[in-house]
């Protein structure tokens, strides 16, 4: 890479001197005494011959840009990130090269959607030009679902997608299952169920449970019980795998132990059996944080009224609104909630709506639970509205 000092790296008194030279103070003795100080962009400087030589100014541009490369990818919100960048001139004009905005971390550009502008889209673009998977898919889902850009949202997502990122591949299952943007006439299950085993070998745990309920039911694909019951099981592995990863205290208080009965698993004054250590079976399993684009989404449906008929996906952590009238499924139990996909129906289940939906009150009532021959109680499943 072409640095700003050459191939040679030169030592910051070769530099000061060549600044000496140029100023007609050849002949005179250099003072090796420096004093260390603080320039105008908070960096030490040393003087020589009465003269403040900034330290920042010796660094080749290579080594600047490695160091904000790392800033970017480690930060955990926009200030991190941005503040940065606001220090001098040069940092600035060297914290929008690509090689920087390329591994810029998915926190550095989280926007809040009440903060959304011009500025913030063109920054984004800039990062998903330089090549950030995330920020194409994080522009993609604002495009596709916030901005109502299908085709340029669609797109962005393919590209996040083409190079393995496991969300990309999760978000275009969905649309492929709903038909998102289009008519129902649109939809491709064959294609989801593609999409989505291919997000479940990269380990995402959305597409492993809905990979595992589409075998299930047989949805766009050959019904498989016993195999889609075992991704089932290896979601809510990997949940708890990373629930433990990610809070080691709840290792030790051993609360993901804890066997939580839940009224719809009652029959009659005995409690049913269960496996403590999966998430959809009564597990006090937090529920996992949601990505930076969908608490986007969340935000930005918060605040607007959508068209009339259309309705939001009901999990909290997913943010999806419809795009045509009835494209997502509804409850079959209350048909009072409705979801993008069977993933985001089991995590509401077992966080939310276990406890809401009606039809299961009155199951309750009645101590006459079914089994739906899954091996769980009837769990809500959602049908096409």
């Known amino acids: 890479m072409r640095t700003r000092g050459g191939i040679s790296y030169p ?35 040393a003087t020589v011959s009465g003269r403040q030589c900034d330290f920042l100014d010796t660094l080749p541009d ?21 503040s940065v960048l606001s220090t001098c001139k040069r940092l600035n004009e060297l914290g ?18 009440k903060n959304w502008s011009e500025s913030s889209h063109r920054f984004l673009k800039q990062c998903s030009d330089a090549g950030n ?24 997502m393919a590209k996040a997608a083409i190079n393995s990122h496991a969300p990309a591949l999760y978000s275009l299952a ?42 299930q039911d047989g949805y766009g694909v050959r019904q498989n019980i016993p195999e889609g019951r075992r991704f089932l099981v290896q979601a809510n592995a990997r949940e708890l795998a990373t629930v433990l990863s990610t809070t080691p205290s709840a290792l030790i208080s051993g609360n ?22 999966l998430s959809d079976f009564g597990c006090n399993v937090p529920a996992p ?4 684009s969908n608490v986007f989404l969340t935000d930005w449906f918060s605040d607007k009224v959508l068209s009339p008929g259309l309705r939001l996906c009901s999990h909290a952590g997913c943010g999806r609104p419809e795009t045509r009238r009835h494209e997502f499924r509804r409850c079959s139990v209350c048909g009072a909630v409705n979801y993008c996909s069977r993933a985001c129906q089991a995590l509401d289940w077992k966080m939310r709506h276990k406890m809401e939906c009606t ?20 769990d809500g499943m959602v049908v096409d509205s």
Not at 133 to 156: K, P
Not at 183 to 203: Q, Y
């Open 11 to 45: 030592t910051v008194n070769n530099i000061c001197e060549k600044r000496r030279r140029d100023a007609n103070f050849v002949g005179q003795k250099m003072i090796h005494t420096r004093k260390r100080s603080k320039s105008l962009s908070g960096t030490p400087v």
């Open 62 to 82: 290579d080594i600047v840009l490695f160091i904000l490369a790392k800033v970017g990818s480690t930060a955990t919100c926009p200030a991190d990130f941005i």
């Open 96 to 113: 929008v090269h690509s090689l920087v905005l390329s591994k810029a971390s998915p926190k550095a550009f989280a926007v809040k959607s």
């Open 133 to 156: 998977v995330e920020a194409c898919y994080t522009l993609g889902m604002i495009r596709f679902y916030c901005l109502q850009n299908r085709g340029s949202g669609a797109s962005l």
């Open 174 to 215: 969905v649309i492929q299952f709903n038909g998102s943007g289009g008519s129902k006439n649109d939809k491709d299950l064959r294609a989801g169920v593609a999409l989505c085993a291919r997000a479940a070998f990269l380990g995402h745990i959305d597409a492993l449970r809905e990979l595992g309920h589409c075998l």
């Open 256 to 277: 993901w132990l804890t066997w939580n009965p839940l009224p719809h698993l009652r029959h009659g004054n005995v409690v049913g059996p269960g496996c403590p250590l």
């Open 289 to 292: 944080e949601p990505h930076p």
């Open 359 to 378: 039809q299961a009150e009155r199951w309750v009532d009645e101590g006459d639970g079914e089994d739906n021959g899954n091996g769980n109680e009837d």
